[in-house]
């Protein structure tokens, strides 16, 4: 009886070796890593600006704060009238701050306080849309009163054409660039695998006009106004397939 309970776990027991001493069998589904080659183009569009943004300030000083308040509306409003009369449309010129407060002044020998003045500064931003007269424009302002013009931005309303004259440029040139290397390495160029693109799309440019009170009239009449141009740049980065 020992002998037959024996016997089955035997044949089994081979078996099971014979299973593990076969050859195996290994599926690969890898494929080859295909070759590419990545370029990047830059595509740059000179543009003339047509567009310019201003801030004009009235700043005024008084004993009271009804005094400067009364004063500054005046001068403002003065400023305001010759603006819409050189030709800015009233939805062009937008009211950015009104501001009052105290400016209190100390004696310089017992550090207490000496009087109180106080300041109004109210600030309008405009859009001007004709450059040709922009000049004239800032005279004209600075006489009626306006005594703080920080800064002009030049700009472009409408890039959309340059744009794409960018991207084309840019295109191109990566282009011009992934056949050159397949040239020179002896490889063929295949399919493009992947496009991306970056724009840089030029900022306002700043071009500082007049800061302040007295001399502002004075400089002027003498401060030529130049627009330069902008520059807008496309960068492409593409990658080829190359056999």
């Known amino acids: 009886m020992r002998t037959k309970a024996i016997f089955p776990s035997i044949v089994l027991l081979v078996s099971v070796l014979l299973a593990a001493c076969s050859p195996a069998t290994i599926v690969s589904n890898s494929a080859p890593p295909q070759r590419t080659l990545t370029v990047s183009g830059t595509g740059m569009v000179y543009l003339t600006p047509d567009v310019a943004y201003i801030n004009i300030g009235v700043h005024t000083e008084k004993p009271t704060a009804t005094e400067a308040v009364s004063a500054n509306n005046d001068q403002t409003q003065q ?3 010759t603006l819409t009369d050189a030709g800015v449309d009233a939805k062009d010129i937008r009211t950015t701050n009104f501001s009052i407060y105290p400016n209190t002044q100390y004696d310089q020998q017992t550090g ?23 000049g004239d424009l800032l005279d004209a302002t600075v006489q009626a009163g306006a005594n703080s013009i920080n800064s002009i931005q030049f700009d472009v309303l409408d890039k959309t054409s340059a744009t794409q004259q960018a991207r084309d440029a840019a295109v191109k040139d990566a282009r011009s660039q992934a056949q050159e290397l397949a040239n020179a390495a002896g490889v063929t160029l295949g399919d493009v695998q992947a496009v991306s693109f970056l724009e840089n799309v030029p900022s306002p440019v700043f071009d500082v006009y007049g800061k302040g009170g007295g001399g502002v009239a004075a400089a002027a009449s003498s401060v030529p106004i130049n627009t330069g141009q902008l520059t807008l740049t496309v960068n492409v980065t593409m990658t080829y397939e190359i056999k």
């Open 112 to 134: 207490k306080p000496a009087g109180t003045t106080y300041i109004v500064d109210n600030t309008v931003y405009i859009t001007v849309r004709h450059l040709d007269k922009l």
């Open 79 to 81: 400023v305001v009238n």
